[in-house]
Structure formats: structure tokens, C-alpha cells
């Protein structure tokens, strides 16, 4: 809640209040192969954390694609977590998502 003083505005909270508990989930950059995609996340934070690799297979014909995900798996303090993805032609383009 913010609260007008004289023309300013006034925090109900500091920020770095919020950063002493958060999650700090980190990934390394994902690998391609073929037809696979992978990587990792870990976590050097106090809080669980959440994260996801997110990727695009091509389709047989080749003239499109289509994103996939892992889905979010939970990363807990201290704790390492593998994703891989698969896809049935071209995998490309994978990404992490956090949370």
C-alpha cells in the first residue's frame, strides 16, 4: 500500500525485504541435440523455486513446429534438478523458464 505525503510516496516495505527470502534458481544453457533437449537448474536461494526448459519440435514435413515443456518442476534449496526434452523430429530453440 503506497501512501501520498505531500506529493511523494511512501513504501510500505522495503524491497531487499523481499529478496532475503526468495528463491534464487539459476540454469546452465541448454544443449541440443537431434532430436533431445537438456540442461539443468539449481538453487542457491532459501525458498523453493520453480523452473521449466521450453522448447520447439519440427514437424515431419519440416514447414512447421511445435513448443513443448518439461512443465515446472520444484527446485529446493540447495537442490539440483535435470529436465530433458524430447521430440520425434528436429528439437531447437530450447529455453529456461524460472520462477
Given amino acids: 500500500m503506497a501512501v501520498s505525503l505531500g506529493g511523494g510516496v511512501a513504501h510500505a516495505a522495503d524491497a531487499s525485504?523481499?529478496?532475503?527470502?526468495?528463491?534464487?534458481?539459476?540454469?546452465n544453457a541448454?544443449?541440443?541435440?537431434?532430436?533431445?533437449?537438456?540442461?539443468?537448474?539449481?538453487?542457491?536461494?532459501?525458498?523453493?523455486?520453480?523452473a521449466r526448459l521450453v522448447y520447439w519440435c519440427k514437424n515431419l514435413a519440416g514447414n512447421g513446429s511445435q513448443q513443448k515443456t518439461t512443465g515446472w518442476k520444484k527446485i529446493k534449496p540447495g537442490k539440483t534438478v535435470k529436465f530433458v526434452g524430447e521430440c520425434t523430429f528436429k528439437a531447437r530453440n530450447p529455453d529456461f523458464h524460472v520462477r
Fill in 17 to 27: 525485504a523481499f529478496t532475503a527470502k526468495a528463491a534464487k534458481v539459476r540454469c
Fill in 30 to 50: 541448454p544443449g541440443t541435440g537431434n532430436t533431445t533437449v537438456w540442461g539443468k537448474c539449481w538453487n542457491n536461494g532459501n525458498k523453493t523455486g520453480q
